[in-house]
T-cell receptor, first 112, second 115 residues
Framework: GESVGLHLPTLSVQEGDNSIINCAYS??????FIWYKQESGKGPQFIID?????DKRQGQRVTVLLNKTVKHLSLQIAATQPGDSAVYFC???????????FGKGTHLIIQP | KAGVTQTPRYLIKTRGQQVTLSCSPI?????VSWYQQTPGQGLQFLFE???????NKGNFPGRFSGRQFSNSRSEMNVSTLELGDSALYLC??????????????FGPGTRLTVL
């Protein structure tokens, strides 16, 4: 089936800088998108979600942007901290579809 | 509220054996989904259970099966284990059917190693 992908397997940023993690999806029928954070030895942790009727949603230090025209999703993390170091996955779902479809993940590395 | 719990956390089996993994969802959640995570294939959907019925199934062989009990706890079983079944098996729960309206919350996973 169609899949969700990420542009970079690894992203290295300086502590305190803003991080932007990108994701491209191919299923134009997708109507729900989620970002998960997975730390070593743990399961994916929900960060933020967005539905297809929105183009931006903000949380605490995080913002998700959705561009349905080019089928692109991004996660912005403000003032990146050491605790943000993890693998970030985007996932998409479609009403009635068989489970979440995940991208390959971007490993965010924080430089001191 | 307690999160999703999975037991055991680690498991070592040999080829040909079978294994049963357990998942307890967040209290009040009625849907449980299972995923397999490997370095090569990433996170892949196995199946989803809601009200003791399998509602959706991913593209995995029949050796992978599951069930859900009346208290929403779920088990998945893998028979005739193969080396390629070595993976992190993740369980996720949601209030209703996992779809465009319900967020899935994941447990810590069970790390299965097949020797």
């Amino acid at each position: 089936g169609e899949s969700v992908g990420l542009h970079l397997p690894t992203l290295s940023v300086q502590e305190g800088d803003n991080s932007i993690i990108n994701c491209a999806y191919s299923n134009s029928a997708s109507d729900y998108f989620i970002w998960y954070k997975q730390e070593s030895g743990k399961g994916p942790q929900f960060i933020i979600d967005i539905r297809s009727n929105m183009d931006k949603r903000q949380g605490q230090r995080v913002t998700v942007l959705l561009n349905k025209t080019v089928k692109h999703l991004s996660l912005q993390i403000a003032a990146t901290q050491p605790g943000d170091s993890a693998v970030y996955f985007c996932a998409e779902n479609q009403e009635g579809a068989d489970g979440l479809t995940f991208g390959k993940g971007t490993h965010l590395i924080i430089q001191p | 509220k307690a999160g999703v719990t999975q037991t055991p956390r680690y498991l070592i089996k040999t080829r040909g054996q079978q294994v049963t993994l357990s998942c307890s969802p967040i209290s009040g959640h009625r849907s449980v989904s299972w995923y397999q995570q490997t370095p090569g294939q990433g996170l892949q959907f196995l199946f989803e259970y809601f009200s003791e019925t399998q509602r959706n199934k991913g593209n995995f062989p029949g050796r992978f099966s599951g069930r859900q009990f009346s208290n929403s706890r779920s088990e998945m079983n893998v028979s005739t284990l193969e080396l390629g079944d070595s993976a992190l098996y993740l369980c996720a729960s949601s209030l209703g059917l996992a779809g465009a309206t319900d967020t899935q919350y994941f447990g810590p996973g069970t790390r299965l190693t097949v020797l």
